[in-house]
């Protein structure tokens, strides 16, 4: 599979974007998948992720209540929205498709990620 992220950009403190995640071929809605993010110098962190049906969601502590999580599924694509973005929360962004028939926090259950795309926060 190939996943293409894009929504990233430059946004002041307090602002929103959403950023999208195409994937391709004919299984996306069999797979959980994940967005993960990685600032310099820093380990890649999981973000948020989301089951195969969309039924279930997860979310770091550190975005919760701020970025919300959706895929549709008759697209293909995934989303995360993020509001009220803090200097904190910039980084490359990256979804992933799970390996594991479920949304884990550990990038190594994941085997398939996009090229990421860069959110900066401007404060």
């Known amino acids: 599979v190939q996943l293409v992220e894009s929504g990233g950009g430059l946004v002041q403190a307090g602002g929103s974007l959403r950023l999208s995640c195409a994937a391709s071929?004919?299984?996306?809605?069999?797979?959980?998948m994940g967005w993960f993010r990685q600032a310099p110098g820093k380990a890649r962190e999981f973000v948020s992720g989301i089951s195969e049906s969309g039924g279930s969601t997860y979310y770091a502590s550190s975005v919760e209540g701020r970025f919300a999580i959706s895929r549709d599924n008759t697209k293909n694509t995934l989303y995360l929205q993020m509001n009220s973005l803090k200097p904190e929360d910039t980084a490359v962004y990256y979804c992933?498709?799970?390996?594991?028939?479920?949304?884990?926090?550990?990038?190594?259950?994941?085997?398939?990620w996009g090229q990421g795309t860069q959110v900066t926060v401007s404060s």
């Open positions: 992933a498709r799970s390996q594991v028939a479920r949304v884990t926090a550990t990038p190594f259950s994941y085997d398939s």
């Open positions: 071929g004919r299984t996306f809605s069999n797979y959980a």
